[in-house]
């Protein structure tokens, strides 16, 4: 039912057990939320629980060069490379995560592969926390549960750490 009314506009408010889409309100016992965490505590006017972020570029890139070796996503911490994680989202289809813009990506990713496609790029403003981990208890108790690597403070929360969440979420409301 929520999908539906949710087609129809973005969030402009949540709290109270109630999701607010422009002039509409909706009631609810849960709610799972994919937002980046700090826009979500700006839709419960959680305004002193406001946290350091980052904007997140990202780049979809097609590539049999590179190979996890049965992981599904890479965490990086070095200085010679710009991006901060990599995850692998189908068959030879990866998702890189910067802190910055790459203005001409093309030769940026030939020094590592040799034959890719970049599919898209994009931007999401405010989308990584940063900082110390906040107390987010109080979500759970307003009934707004967090899933996925941003709404979760957790950058190396995976697809199918999100998965396993949400089918613990189902079992304990259908019960």
């Given amino acids: 039912m929520l999908q539906e009314h949710c087609q129809k506009g973005q969030p402009t408010a949540i709290g109270g057990h109630q999701l607010t889409i ?8 849960h709610l799972v939320s994919t937002i980046p965490l700090n826009k979500l505590l700006g839709l419960t006017k959680a305004n002193n629980r406001q946290l350091p972020i980052a904007q997140i570029w990202y780049y979809h890139i097609e590539t049999a060069d590179l190979n996890f070796e049965g992981a599904n996503q890479v965490l990086v911490v070095d200085d010679a490379l710009d991006f901060f994680k990599v995850s692998n989202i189908a068959k030879d289809r ?6 910055h813009n790459i203005p001409i990506p093309g030769p940026y990713f030939m020094q590592f592969m040799q034959r890719f ?20 208890d109080w979500l759970d108790q307003m009934g707004i549960h967090c899933v996925g690597a941003f ?7 995976d697809v199918g750490s999100s998965i396993i969440r949400l089918l613990k979420y189902k079992t304990m409301w259908s019960s």
């Fill in 94 to 99: 990866y998702l890189f995560y910067f802190l």
């Fill in 22 to 29: 422009g002039d509409k309100t909706i009631e609810f016992d």
């Fill in 151 to 157: 709404a979760e403070w957790d950058s190396a929360a």
């Fill in 117 to 136: 496609e970049i599919i898209d790029g994009t931007t999401i403003d405010e989308a990584l926390p940063l900082g110390a981990k906040p107390d987010l």
